[in-house]
């Protein structure tokens, strides 16, 4: 195929998303979460693959707490069926993509430049990847937590599970067992233990899970 050839497919492959920041005033950007976790649970509920929230809004509906603004769902799935979640996303409107770039450019929004992710990329990559809900136009805007959710890997082997993109190793026993908990009419999300997110040095809920877990030495 010829530079022209090449350059048009890489053109029709890319998008721009514009992902919606918090409002400076500290007011709300999406809609009320508990609405969007009945929609994400009925977009995940027929998944032909475990599927886990994770992140700040498992640990909130896992513990009752509320009490922060959260931008946005963090997803994981094993390595291993990564591909068969994508296809099924497909089938519901959304794909897995990747991050070519970011940049601030106002107060309200960040620009993105995405690319659906191949599937050397989806099985092999490091780099972040994103939910992504499809649409027509190339260019989109975050209006729902369900337009764009990250998406991290995980390995297990032996005692072990591993998140490569992040570098981050814990002991199984850290990650499980997976809680389901129902919200509202939604179908059941699942959990995984919230001791393995101390890891994770950019989780901002480290303090508040670990004066949870300080009050609750026997949970899960």
């Known amino acids: 195929m010829n530079v022209t050839g090449c350059l ?3 053109t029709r492959s890319l998008r721009v998303h514009l992902y919606r920041r918090r409002p400076p005033d500290g ?28 992140g700040g809004v498992s640990f909130a ?10 931008h946005d769902f963090d997803l994981v799935v094993r390595t291993n069926d990564i591909l068969a979640l994508n296809d099924y996303l497909k089938k519901k409107g959304h794909f897995i993509c990747h991050r070519l770039l970011s940049t601030h450019i106002s107060a309200r929004y960040d620009l993105m430049l995405i690319r659906a ?18 649409q027509r136009c190339p260019l989109s805007i975050s209006r729902s937590r369900l337009d764009y959710i990250d998406v991290f890997r995980m390995q297990e082997a032996a005692d072990l599970v591993h998140f490569p993109g992040d570098r981050i190793t814990a002991p199984r026993e850290e990650f499980y ?10 179908a059941a999300i699942c959990c995984p233990n919230v001791h393995y997110m101390m890891r ?5 809920d480290r303090q508040a899970v670990a004066e949870y877990l300080s009050r609750r030495p026997d949970w899960p």
């Open 8 to 10: 048009g497919r890489l």
């Open 27 to 54: 007011g709300d950007a999406m809609p009320p979460i508990k609405a969007e976790l009945v929609q994400l649970s009925e977009l995940l509920r027929d998944s032909p693959v475990p599927v886990y929230l994770t």
């Open 61 to 70: 509906l896992q513990s009752g707490r509320f009490d922060r603004y959260h």
């Open 117 to 134: 992710a191949s599937r050397k990329q989806l099985i092999e990559g490091r780099e972040p990847l994103r939910i992504v809900r499809r």
């Open 177 to 186: 067992p997976i809680r389901e908990i129902r919200v509202d009419t939604g």
């Open 200 to 204: 994770v040095t950019m989780f901002r």
